[in-house]
């Protein structure tokens, strides 16, 4: 089985390395010639009429481009968000003009408008207008959603609400780094601001003064239907509630007034201020906005045909659904209006429509001043960006010193200690030696974490207590990881039952994170994931975390390394680890006092606190033994105590995984008299296989015949509300029954 998975894996590789030698703008180091198009928000007080030209020639070319790119999927039978994508252009320019990669960056959470945001990136010449019309959701370079190209966000969408509070920490790390001066602009849609993790991290803006300021695309539809039809709620109570300040506008098209509240957002944001330009739209009669657009005969027969008077005055969101594209623009309008002809375009396209037509409309043909000013434009020296990807995961991060780790005290043979200690004195040293490089996300739980001691080196700029909020705490430090890309650790704890459920929106946040070299590789976030399994003190059900193992071979693609400590040694050891490679890493820390474990000639602890990380460690080892006790996490000591007492068994902790290539197939292979698995989680059923550490041993066992068995939880539904070891024992997980499924095997 193995074997046919290395095998599938190769050839997955080889797909992988072909789609990346084909892909035009990804690498490790993008060098970009683009239009000079550049505003100091510091300094501009106001945009010049040449600025606000030039911007709108730009959106006009823009939505040309995603005009055309749509009628080109169209030919396919394919069809997008085109709707939301015209919406999102003018804005989303004037934010990539005040943008420097730097200081100052941005993200998108609505990313359904990524045709917009690849058309934008075009216009200003990051990426071939071609590539956009030809390519938009067909290969690497232009995905369906937002995603990380050379000028654009390095936040890759798809999920609603979830950006905000990932933005936020991203703003938070850029202000610790940069201080004043420091930006982060996130456009966003009004139905995601309502979701859980999103208010979660307005809230988190507010508590932390993040420098952050929401653009909110109010347009007023949704998939759906009209937002009024599905939430009838006005964002700006809820938002300000959280401590946003509003900043209303008219309009997001209107380039000077967007660009005065912009101004006032970032002044705010320097003083540790969160803001959200909010759009009002504005009443008017369908007359006076056809006239203003330049439109009035394509408004008076759109009326007429659906008997609507042209002095009957209307809402016009202050985003506008289809900007731009006249007639998909007006059953926008219609349908928040709730008037005969009103259609969504949430998911606007051209399937059925003729492109040349489309273009034709008088609101996607430049005048004379903005050809003008777009000539100039184009005329002027370019302007160099350079994107570069983030490290490798196992690049070098943040290293210590063997002589700090020696001073390190920890309690030795004959002793027991919570893993926590050793995870909370790893912690500590890494931040007191890399202050300015560590950043700690908590939730209300650093007694019960062992954070706190980390913490107390650490300037209030570089920690966060988001309290009950650990879907937005992950986020959040995922956020942070992407607030650059030096070596830094960015931490976020809590128990393993709260990661399990609430928090996995941060661990699926790495799923869809491409880096520039067009691989997911996860992100530089180390998930402390504390109170594992069963040792969990006395706190029963709710406290329990009996799928960690599995979380952690789940997220396994895109994580470097998961740990799982035996002891308080092993776990000051990863701890040390996963600071010192950059990448994603996932640890989890028992509960409970466990017994610090020796060499097996009692020499000295099996760890000392200067030994390098391994995956694997041979715990007892005897002549001729034929069988082998494999344990991961917390009962190690229990598999150290049987093959003693049997005196021909071997015992092997697994500290973590991955295992490299072929070692766990060759451990196996040792022992043809069968091999004994034990771990603290849920290993699975009859009914649903094996899973787990169990599970993964079980399929490199079959290839070579080794008989196998596995002790782990199997029927959690009832339990003492006692200790580990009495709770163990209630799942069958003694020294007995591990000493009777050795010689069962």
């Given at each position: 089985m ?8 190769a050839?997955?590789r ?10 035009r ?10 239009l ?10 106001a ?8 911007l ?9 481009t ?9 030919q396919i039978g ?5 709707g939301?994508g ?5 804005s ?5 003009a ?7 960056d ?6 359904h408008?990524?045709?917009g ?11 071939g207008?071609?590539?956009?019309v ?26 609603l609400?979830?950006m ?24 966003c ?29 109010r ?8 937002t009024?039809?599905?939430?009838d ?5 809820m938002?300000a ?25 970032y002044?705010l ?15 008017i009669?369908?007359?006076k ?33 289809s900007y731009?594209?006249v007639?998909a ?8 209006n709730?008037?005969p002809g ?9 399937k059925?429509r003729?492109?040349?037509?489309v273009?034709?409309?008088?609101m ?13 434009l ?7 960006v ?25 309690k ?21 030696h890399?202050?300015d ?10 007694p019960s974490t ?11 700029d570089h ?5 009950i909020?650990e ?9 942070l990881?992407?607030?650059g ?5 960015n ?5 393993a ?10 661990f ?10 067009g ?9 402390h994931?504390?109170h ?26 895109y ?5 799982a ?5 092993a ?8 600071s ?6 996932v640890?989890?820390?028992p509960r409970?006092n466990?017994?610090?474990?020796a ?6 602890p099996?760890w ?7 995956a ?6 005897y002549?001729g033994?034929?069988k082998?006790?494999l ?14 007492k ?7 902790i697994?500290n ?20 004994v698995?034990?771990e ?10 094996v ?5 993964l ?18 029927d959690?539904?009832?339990a003492?509300s ?11 997980m ?7 499924a050795?010689?069962?095997?």
């Open positions: 193995a074997t046919s998975m290395y095998a599938a894996l050839g997955q080889r797909r992988n390395e072909k789609l990346l030698k084909d892909a703008y990804l690498g490790q180091r993008v060098r970009s010639q683009v000079p198009l550049q505003l100091d928000i510091a300094k501009d007080k945009l010049s009429k040449a600025q606000i030209d030039a709108g020639g730009l959106q006009i070319a823009a939505a040309q995603a005009i055309r790119s749509l009628g080109s999927l169209a394919e069809v997008d968000h085109l939301g015209l919406e999102l252009i003018p989303l320019l004037l934010t990539l005040v943008t420097d990669y730097e200081a100052i941005y993200t998108i959470e609505h990313a408008t990524s045709v945001y690849y058309a934008a990136l075009s216009a200003l010449g990051f990426i207008e071609k590539a956009v030809d390519e938009f959701r067909r290969g690497l370079d232009v995905p369906g959603h937002v995603s990380w190209l050379p000028g654009g966000t390095q936040l890759n969408g798809g999920r609400g979830v905000i509070p990932v933005a936020v920490g991203q703003a938070l790390g850029k202000k610790a780094k940069h201080g004043i001066g420091s930006w982060v602009v996130c456009h849609g009004d139905a995601g601001y309502v979701s859980g993790q999103a208010l979660n991290g307005f809230n988190g803006a507010d508590v932390h003064g993040a420098p952050i300021t929401f653009v909110m695309h347009n007023g539809i949704q998939l759906s239907g009209s009024e039809s599905i939430l709620k006005d964002p700006r109570s938002v509630a959280m401590g946003i300040e509003i900043i209303e506008v008219k309009s997001l098209h209107d380039m000077a007034g967007l660009y005065r509240a912009y101004r006032r957002a002044n944001a320097q003083r540790g201020r969160p803001s959200m330009i909010y759009p009002t739209g504005k009443e009669t369908l007359t906005f056809a006239k203003a657009h330049g439109i009035e005969a394509i408004v008076s027969d759109f009326a007429a045909q659906n008997g609507v008077a042209l002095d009957k005055k209307v809402w016009i969101p202050g985003s506008l659904m731009g594209d007639e623009m007006l059953e926008c309008i219609f349908l928040v709730k008037l009103g259609k969504g375009h949430h998911d606007g396209h051209m059925g003729d492109v040349d037509a273009l034709k409309n008088p996607l043909t430049s005048n004379g001043a903005q050809k003008r000013a777009l000539s100039d184009q005329r002027r020296a370019k302007r160099t350079v994107t570069k990807a983030r490290p490798a995961p196992g690049s070098r991060n943040l290293s210590l010193t063997k002589s700090a780790r020696k001073a390190v005290s920890l030795g043979v004959g002793e027991s200690d919570s893993a926590r200690a050793g995870s909370e004195a790893g912690y500590a040293l890494v931040a007191k890399h202050p490089k560590v950043f700690v996300v908590s939730c209300d739980l650093d062992k954070l706190a001691k980390a913490r107390s080196f650490l300037a209030d920690q966060f207590e988001m309290s909020e879907q937005a705490a992950t986020l959040v430090t995922n956020g990881a992407m607030s890309s030096e070596p830094q650790l931490v976020v704890s809590t128990f039952a709260f990661f399990e459920g609430i928090a996995r929106e941060g699926d946040l790495w799923r869809y994170q491409r880096n520039l070299n691989v997911n590789e996860g992100l530089n976030v180390a998930f994931i504390s594992v399994g069963a040792c969990t003190g006395r706190d029963h059900f709710s406290g329990w975390g009996l799928d960690w193992i599995n979380v952690g071979l789940t997220y396994l693609p994580v470097h390394r998961f740990y400590p035996a002891d308080a040694r776990a000051f050891i990863a701890t040390c680890d996963l010192a490679h950059y990448g994603a890493h640890i989890g820390i409970d466990l017994p610090i474990l060499k097996q000639d009692e020499s000295g099996l000392e606190t200067t030994d390098t990380w391994e694997v460690t041979t715990y007892r080892q002549k033994a034929k082998a006790i344990a991961l996490g917390a009962p190690a000591f229990l598999a150290g105590e049987v093959a003693e049997l005196g021909d068994v071997d015992a092997h697994i973590g995984l991955p295992i490299a290539k072929g070692a766990l197939e060759k451990l196996v292979r040792r022992y043809p008299g069968g091999v698995t034990i603290d989680g849920f290993i699975g059923t009859a009914e649903t296989g899973r787990g550490f169990a599970g041993v079980a399929s490199v066992a079959s290839q070579f015949n080794v008989k196998v068995a596995h002790l782990g939880v199997t959690p539904r009832t003492p006692e200790g580990h070891m009495e709770t163990w024992a209630h799942f069958g003694t020294r007995a029954a591990l000493a009777q050795v010689k069962g095997v």
